[in-house]
């Protein structure tokens, strides 16, 4: 079945670090990718999604890129801040599945002044 | 900005109960969807549906049942509450888009 795959289960980091999280998928289809974070005390919000493989998604210093080849949807940003701590999760979603959202296991970021 | 509320926001129960969680949109999207939190699984989909009356199987459903009794509201109802349904809940609703996400409920089964 459909599978979304996180590995790194904590990142710890301090400002203006480099950081790169890792995501793999598995799916005999066609999917469209999303990376959502998730805030201490709130609900999960979207951060990006790409729809078409070998396009990269952007949004608030985030980049990701759809890679069909190695079917994997790694997040990085250049420079991390404080307020960037939070859980961020991969997901995805395959074409025709009703809308079904599949989520990586999630990967807590901790960012130290 | 969509609004997506659950309640309560905190429940406790015991083993063997019975349990009610609530969720209502009021974006007009026909997705809506039931998630359980837990460490080390990320978010696992129970329910979910896309209009009144439908409903379609997630990935954990055992020990679940849920029903979507108009566009805005939908319910997740454990029956039989046990100890390993203790987790944090979270609604969504999408407009086979991006989902929104409500607050959550934390419930535990003692």
């Known amino acids: 079945g459909d599978s979304v795959i996180q590995m790194q289960g904590q990142v710890t980091l301090s400002e203006n670090d480099f950081l790169f999280i890792n995501c793999t998928y598995s799916?005999?289809?066609?999917?469209?990718l999303f990376w959502y974070v998730q805030y201490s005390g709130e609900g999960p919000q979207l951060l990006l999604q790409?729809?078409?493989?070998?396009n990269k998604g952007s949004s608030r210093g985030f980049e990701a890129t759809y890679d069909k080849g190695t079917t994997s949807f790694h997040l990085q940003k250049t420079s991390v801040q404080e307020i960037d701590s939070a859980v961020y999760y991969c997901?995805?979603?395959?074409?025709?599945?009703?809308?079904?959202?599949?989520f990586g296991a999630g990967t807590r970021l901790a960012v130290c002044p | 900005e969509a609004a997506v509320t659950q309640s309560p926001r905190n429940k406790v129960t015991v083993t063997g109960g019975n349990v009610t969680l609530s969720c209502r949109q009021t974006?007009?999207?026909?997705?809506m969807y039931w998630y359980r939190q837990d460490t080390g699984h990320g978010l696992r989909l129970i329910h979910y549906?896309?209009?009144?009356?439908?409903?379609q199987i997630g990935d954990v459903p055992d020990g679940y049942k849920a029903t979507r009794t108009t566009q805005e509201d939908f319910f997740l109802l454990l029956e039989l509450a046990s100890p390993s349904q203790t987790s944090l809940y979270f609604c969504?609703?999408?407009?086979?888009?991006?989902?929104?996400f409500g607050h959550g409920t934390k419930l535990s089964v003692l």
């Open positions: 997901a995805m979603r395959e074409s025709g599945s009703f809308n079904k959202l599949t």
């Open positions: 969504a609703s999408s407009d086979n888009e991006r989902l929104f």
């Open positions: 799916t005999t289809g066609y999917p469209t």
């Open positions: 549906s896309y209009g009144a009356g439908n409903l």
């Open positions: 790409v729809t078409t493989a070998n």
């Open positions: 974006n007009s999207h026909n997705y």
